[in-house]
């Protein structure tokens, strides 16, 4: 009976401890609530993301900033750049076909999966396999990430374990200054 009483108390422990952990999906209007660390100052920024045929669009918004980032599908299944660009230049932008914004390619995810590695800006960028002590949470949920390391600079990104939308939601130590950590997503 106290065997019994045991394993009971450790499934309800361990079913706890599991549900605290989730993985954010992207659908038409979810909302990407982010606080950026931009050379220095701290800025809010709001991502709203809009979905179709394969493609993704974020609409911007920061600090009376308005804009619409705009990825192509061969980017979102193929690209190999991370664009920074902050939505100042026009107020639609159309990204190149191998340029992502604020996330990775499918296709590095999967290189990520494979390989341990991809290859992103002409960065190599790592797996860290160490015990992660600085991983994102929302509303006391763990976001389930991958943590990578750049191999050439101290760059540091957390991806959001999602391979069809495999979101950037953590960046530390940047050399261009710009360092977003996600902190909330609403559906």
Not at 6 to 22: A, D, E, R, T
Not at 111 to 120: A, Q, R
């Amino acid at each position: 009976m106290k065997n019994i009483f045991l394993m009971i108390l450790f499934c309800i422990v361990y079913q706890k401890g599991f549900s605290q952990n989730y993985i954010p999906t992207l659908k038409n209007n979810t909302q990407l609530h982010y606080v950026c660390k931009l050379h220095g100052q701290t800025r809010t920024l709001q991502l709203t993301a809009e979905t179709s045929n394969n493609a993704l669009a974020f609409k911007l918004e920061t600090r009376g900033v308005k804009s619409k980032i705009v990825m192509l599908p061969e980017a979102v299944k193929n690209g190999t750049e991370l664009s920074f660009n902050q939505g100042e230049y026009a107020p639609i932008l159309n990204l190149k076909p191998t340029e992502t914004f604020f996330m990775i390619s499918q296709s590095a995810y999967q290189d990520l999966l494979k390989n341990n590695s991809f290859i992103y800006n002409n960065t190599t960028y790592v797996l860290d396999k160490s015990e992660d002590k600085n991983g994102v949470s929302i509303d006391g949920k763990t976001i389930e990430t991958i943590h990578v390391k750049a191999q050439i600079d101290e760059t540091e990104m957390w991806i959001i374990k999602n391979p069809e939308f495999p979101l950037i939601c953590k960046i530390i130590k940047n050399p261009l200054g710009i360092n977003p950590t996600l902190v909330k997503v609403v559906d």
